[in-house]
């Protein structure tokens, strides 16, 4: 964001602190999440009708436009019940009759750092509420605290407040793993709504992997003819369109990664000449871990040093790039197993010849990493590219300038790496933001459960387990060990969804209400004014968030019992419990 528009921000504040007296908001008996950066209550707390001609009134926007009209029907329709009564004064003279939206650039377009600021002003003894935001992406995200302001029936709205907003990060997101089950398109559709209600920013889409590749090109269709599940488990160009557009309509960036030189079994039956191990047993009976053939079941890697592997590689890159307008395009580069390429007479040859893996990964780098770009394109990868203890390269490859890199090993430490290096970070941290992690192992015949019933659990079978709580996940600082200047590199984070042990079935309740703690924990933080943790505060709005989430049909889990909602404080516990 720029200076001036933080300085609009602190004159604005100023001014509200010696014009009117306020209240602050701690405490407050109605609640947003994720919780805004400044509420501030004008008069005492109390609220108004909500007129049944109530308008919005909004400049034309290709995408605000029907985000305006959603938010209009929502309010007008859902009559929302909460857990608890806000226990606001109602006032019945003056019933809000519109909501006026400005908007200082309408035509900044959906893209990393554009600015979401906004200020909603819902006045007392007045109808008319105004929403400004610098875009309509900031727009997007005063309706959606608009809303949260609205319940019962007849409808009321909080009143006399002013909200100043903002997020402390820039990159918010959520990725899903769409290859090792597949997910339909109302399933993401669904997905990208309620990020939105939960301001966050990005669907980073896992589109392929080695078990299954579900995207449809028109350049090479045989990928997803013979590499998907079946083709009632595909995602045309349509579908892609059909979720890029949802995505626009609620202010949520669409960034693909199909996943390259690893993880690309599923490339195998298109092109067999191309993938190294493809089709063999992930990790010998007998063999040390350290001579399995991929991390998991499901076996191929690219082959770097076949010319065929770089037609068909340009062709997949550029189409997709074709289908996702975002300008960010993830290229994976994780976990490249010396087991697979070793397997390869190839490269097996080049290795004999005094070759290294991490040379034949540099080629396979050099190769497509300058087409990415030439594609005007930021290149996104994983952090083993550069990080890995036996593969990776050397990271004067990929400068930082033209490079960003996603952490998800090692914690706080990886990340001080990456920033310490002068790369954009996006922190996906496994020991906190995985969340299919807890779960237990998906292999059969697994004789580590051949146990003993006093035998230590350890991490349940689940490589990244315990499970990552909500609280686990609110808790964590991305920043945290870092320099000032490193901190800025951090761009955000994104919770991930590996799916293996997850579907349409359980997606909701998989990524629900886990996902808006980092939410908030991105947009406002954790703590209060006064520096301390907010976990009451937080447990508390997050009860009624989830609720108001399960009422807009997303299955989110519940955090407590209804007993803990309905016994205010009662739940709570002055003791650490772990």
């Not at 579908?239 to 195998?268: C, Q, Y």
């Not at 087991?339 to 396979?364: H, M």
């Not at 301390?532 to 968030?545: F, I, M, S």
Request: glycine share 6%; proline share 8%; with cysteine.
């Amino acid at each position: 964001m720029s200076t001036n528009i933080f300085s609009t921000i602190f004159i604005f504040q100023i001014l509200l602190t010696f014009i009117i007296p306020s209240t602050s908001a701690v405490g407050s008996p109605i609640n947003i999440w994720p919780k805004p950066r400044s509420f501030t209550w004008t008069t005492t707390p109390h609220a108004t009708l909500l007129s049944p001609s109530f308008t919005i009134t909004s400049p034309s926007h290709p995408y605000l436009t029907p985000s305006v009209n959603r938010y209009h029907s929502q309010i007008q329709t859902t009559q929302y019940k909460p857990l608890l009564i806000p226990p606001l004064n109602l006032t019945t003279s003056f019933p809000l009759q519109t909501l006026t939206i400005t908007i200082t650039d309408i035509t900044a377009p959906l893209s990393h750092g554009v600015n979401e600021s906004y200020t909603l002003t819902i006045p007392s003894n007045t109808t008319a509420a105004t929403l400004a935001a610098a875009t309509p992406w900031g727009v997007m995200r005063g309706l959606e605290s608009f809303s949260q302001l609205v319940w019962g029936n007849p409808a009321r709205v909080a009143a006399g407040l002013v909200i100043t907003d903002w997020p402390m990060f820039e990159h918010r997101g959520v990725l899903l793993d769409t290859s090792r089950n597949y997910f339909g398109v109302e399933d993401l559709l669904r997905l990208i709504g309620a990020m939105s209600a939960n301001k966050l920013n990005v669907f980073h889409w896992h589109i392929t992997d080695s078990q299954s590749f579900p995207l449809v090109l028109k350049s090479e269709p045989e990928l997803a003819a013979t590499g998907s599940y079946g083709p009632d488990m595909q995602y045309s160009a349509e579908d892609v369109k059909r979720v890029v557009e949802f995505g626009l309509e609620h202010g949520v960036r669409i960034i693909p990664e199909i996943d390259m030189p690893g993880h690309t079994g599923s490339w195998a039956e298109a092109y067999p000449e191309i993938v190294a191990c493809a089709n063999m047993f992930w990790w010998p009976a007998g063999a040390p871990w350290e001579e399995r053939l991929a991390a998991e079941p499901g076996t191929g890697h690219l082959n770097p040093l076949i010319p065929k592997t770089y037609d068909v590689v340009k062709n997949v890159v550029k189409e997709t790039t074709t289908l996702f307008p975002d300008s960010f395009y993830h290229g994976g580069a994780d976990e490249v197993v010396p087991g697979c390429w070793k397997a390869d007479p190839t490269i097996q040859k080049y290795l004999a010849s005094n070759g290294t893996l991490s040379q034949v990964l540099e080629i396979f780098i050099n190769n497509t990493n300058p087409y990415i770009l030439s594609l005007n394109r930021t290149a996104v990868y994983w952090e083993d590219v550069i990080l890995d203890s036996e593969i990776k390269i050397n990271p004067s490859i990929l400068p930082p300038e033209t490079t960003v890199m996603q952490t998800w090993n090692g914690g706080p430490n990886n990340t001080k790496r990456l920033v310490s290096a002068g790369y954009r970070t996006i922190v996906s941290s496994s020991d906190f933001y995985y969340l299919d992690c807890g779960h237990g192992d998906f292999t059969g015949n697994n004789s580590a459960y051949d146990q003993h019933p006093d035998f230590e659990q350890k991490k349940g079978g689940s490589w990244c387990g315990p499970f990552k709580s909500w609280q686990l996940i609110y808790n964590y600082d991305i920043t945290f060990g870092l320099t000032e200047e490193e901190a800025k590199l951090v761009l955000g984070g994104e919770v991930a969804l590996w799916s293996e042990q997850s579907d349409s079935r359980v997606i909701d309740s998989r990524i629900w209400p886990r996902a808006s703690a980092m939410g908030e924990a991105l947009w406002s933080g954790n703590r209060d004014e006064t520096g301390k943790k907010r976990y009451v505060d937080a447990t508390d709005r997050l009860n009624e968030w989830v609720n108001r989430m399960v009422s807009r049909g997303v299955k989110a889990e519940p955090i407590q019992p209804l007993w803990c909602i309905r016994n205010p404080g009662m739940c709570n516990t002055y003791n650490p419990i772990f």
